[in-house]
């Protein structure tokens, strides 16, 4: 079965970076690329970019451009998301997810089929 | 502020039907494929509705996607206290070139 397993909590200073990482099991990881979502304490889901495993491409979000990397490594299946200069704001739980996304004519799909169980990303002095 | 709106809460009693809101506009909803998640409490987002009102396996019958024009919605029948969660909508945004999400709505199960 497919499984995406992320490394454990964290707790940075304002300024430091953190590193995350999905383990991926039960697929082909190349096949699949690996979204990234991040949900700050009691507010909803926020989508922070994307990469494809198959050949590298990344998409990130506008406003994380420039803090954030995500990359993998294919003979480990892990993807990581690093994100950089940290804030308080950055608080959240941060979530991959193995993603399908594509267009039909002019309408594009882009689910998320399966996720991580999410990381504390704690940021605090 | 999300670029999709959903009502904040819902409720209905056990084994009646909720119907669940998603508002957007045409660079998103309007020309796009919707899905929906379910979070229950203390966990991660599960996929409900992929292509506006495909069901992955696993999923049962009663739930539910449409959509017409800007909006879509996810309808949910034979309600159970299982059921109680955060359900959020989400679909890409053209104009943005972002997956835009709504902010979530809260459905109790009197």
């Known amino acids: 079965q497919v499984q995406l397993v992320q490394s454990g909590a964290e707790v940075k200073k304002p300024g430091a970076s953190v590193k995350v990482s999905c383990k991926a099991s039960g697929y082909t990881f190349t096949n699949y690329g690996i979204s990234w979502v991040r949900q700050a304490p009691g507010q909803g889901l926020e989508w922070m970019g994307w990469?494809?495993?198959?050949?590298?491409?990344?998409n990130y979000a506008q406003k994380l451009q420039g803090r954030v990397t995500m990359t993998t490594d294919t003979s480990t299946s892990t993807a990581y998301m690093e994100l950089r200069s940290l804030r308080s704001d950055d608080t959240a739980v941060y979530y991959c997810a193995r993603h399908v996304r594509g267009v039909r004519g002019i309408s594009w799909y882009y689910y998320f089929e399966y996720w991580g169980q999410g990381a504390l990303v704690t940021v605090s002095s | 502020q999300s670029v999709l709106t959903q009502p904040p809460s819902v409720s209905a009693a056990p084994g009646q039907k909720v119907t669940i809101s998603c508002s957007g506009s045409?660079?998103?909803?309007?020309?796009?494929?919707v899905s929906w998640y379910q979070q229950l409490p203390g966990t991660a987002p599960k996929l409900l509705i992929y292509?506006?009102?495909k069901r992955p396996s696993g999923i049962p019958d009663r739930f539910s996607g449409s959509k017409s024009g800007t909006s879509a919605t996810l309808g949910i029948t034979g309600l159970q206290t299982g059921d109680e969660a955060d359900y959020y909508c989400?679909?890409?945004?053209?104009?943005?070139?972002?997956?835009?999400f709504g902010g979530g709505t809260k459905l109790t199960v009197l």
């Open positions: 045409s660079s998103n909803i309007g020309n796009n494929y």
């Open positions: 990469i494809s495993v198959y050949n590298g491409n990344t």
């Open positions: 292509d506006n009102d």
């Open positions: 989400g679909t890409w945004d053209s104009s943005l070139s972002a997956v835009v």
